[in-house]
């Protein structure tokens, strides 16, 4: 700490909060208490570096945040607003979000690694971005498969077709039933 003119302290005692812990820049500012009034052992109170402080806060609002622009923003109507540019979540067993409502946009893609995927949902469907494109596939429920569908030109097989107006001989059936 640059203290009085000339004035420097090494390895001063700095307080911090429980369960917040931080290392200011070089000329951050600090507001240092004496103990006893005994110069020999500063207590560092307070550090703050107005180069890197968020501005315009409203009232009531609270935020944790760093000189690279990493944000933790505690907004007004009970908002959390989470700023970087890599977010990890490690939890040892689970992790579990209870809402009324869950989205995710991604620019560019979503990927889902595990070893097993389970959708427990009265309705599943997929379309074009936005919702706005051609949907690609809809499943209401009633579909079990563990093979034989294909698609892009492919057949389809479902194992047993039942088919109308089969002739004997060399004549093609009709298409089958439903399809």
Do not use: C, M, W
Request: charged share 25%; no cysteine.
């Amino acid at each position: 700490l640059e203290l009085l003119d000339g004035e420097v302290l090494d390895d001063a005692e700095r307080a911090q909060q429980y369960g917040f812990s931080s290392v200011p820049h070089a000329g951050a500012e600090a507001v240092v208490l004496f103990v006893g009034a005994d110069r020999s052992h500063p207590v560092v109170l307070a550090v703050d570096d107005r180069r890197y402080r968020v501005q315009a806060l409203k009232n009531g609002e609270v935020v944790i945040y760093t000189d690279e622009g990493d944000r933790i923003h505690l907004k007004r109507e009970r908002t959390i607003e989470v700023t970087t540019k890599h977010f990890v979540v490690k939890a040892e067993d689970d992790v579990r979000i209870e809402t009324k409502n869950f989205s995710i946009r991604a620019d560019q893609s979503v990927q889902v690694e595990t070893a097993s995927t389970r959708f427990a949902t009265g309705a599943l469907a997929f379309g074009g971005q936005g919702g706005g494109g051609a949907v690609t596939a809809q499943l209401t429920g009633g579909i079990v498969a563990s093979q034989d569908l294909q698609s892009n030109g492919g057949a389809v097989s479902l194992n047993r077709h039942v088919h109308t107006g089969v002739q004997a001989g060399s004549d093609t059936t009709a298409s089958p039933v439903g399809g």
